[in-house]
């Protein structure tokens, strides 16, 4: 399958890894072309990898992953050009984080609106799934380095791009346990968890942790 990673961070590049890795052709988005970690992440990755800007990725990809910076995922969609993005389904791993007041982030949106429901809103014509954003990029692609039946988390309006998405994550990524939230309204929770995530990760002293469910029958 073709698909298109938006962002050259460690997230980015290790989605875009993986899945070329899984046997997937991916073209990794930028604000400009020849972006040079982006650029170096291709050469490493061999003949099924590519690079671009946000709308040679977008163009080419048949599934896209967003893995921008929250504050700059409208900007980078906007220039992944409406055109490029008619149908097709986004998996949203961005998360609404602030910065402008140091460490810890905040949210810039939160309660009654996330970052995933803004980019629904303004960009109807993409099936937008948000997932994978509330752990860190290592455990996203290799869920089996962590003991247990932890979770990841699905939220979205289309139950056929959800259906996916849930595909890409057991078969490709090796997920077993996929909590499906309901709608794209859900991901107010799980954006909601990273103040949650952030104090964890300095108390563990890790990145490498995850949520496990715990129910009653
Ligand atoms: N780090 C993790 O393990 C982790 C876990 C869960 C979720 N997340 C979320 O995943 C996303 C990616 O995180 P990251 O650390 O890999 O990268 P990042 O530094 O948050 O984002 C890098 C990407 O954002 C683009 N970007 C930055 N400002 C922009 C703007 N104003 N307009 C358009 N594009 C802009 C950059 O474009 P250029 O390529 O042109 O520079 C680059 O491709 C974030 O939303 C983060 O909160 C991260």
């Known amino acids: 399958m073709k698909i298109a990673i938006f ?9 875009a890894s993986k899945l070329v890795a899984l046997g997937h052709e991916v073209k990794m988005g930028s604000r400009t072309a020849g972006n040079e970690k982006a650029v170096a992440w291709a050469e490493k990755a061999g003949p099924r990898a590519s690079q671009g800007t946000f709308a040679d990725a977008a163009a080419f990809g048949e599934i896209l992953f967003n893995c921008t ?45 996330s970052l995933g ?30 003991p247990g039946e932890h979770v990841v988390f699905v ?19 090796g997920w077993k346990q996929v909590v499906d939230l309901g709608d794209i309204t859900t991901a107010r929770g799980t954006e909601s968890f990273l103040p949650l995530w952030i104090r964890l990760w300095g108390a563990l002293r890790t990145a490498d942790f995850n949520v496990q469910i715990v129910k009653k029958g």
């Open 117 to 146: 429901e803004q980019i629904q809103r303004a960009f109807p014509e993409l099936k937008v799934v948000k997932s994978l954003n509330t752990m860190s990029c290592t455990v996203m692609v290799d869920p089996s380095m962590l």
């Open 69 to 113: 910076l929250g504050a700059g995922s409208l900007a980078a969609l906007e220039a992944a050009g409406r055109e490029n993005l008619k149908g097709k389904v986004l998996i949203d791993i961005s998360n609404p984080l602030d910065f402008s007041k140091g460490m810890p982030p905040t949210l810039f949106v939160s309660n009654d609106d």
């Open 7 to 15: 962002g050259t961070g460690v997230v980015g590049e290790t989605i």
């Open 155 to 173: 939220s979205g309006n289309d139950a056929g791009a959800k259906a996916q998405v849930k595909q890409i994550l057991t078969e490709g990524f």
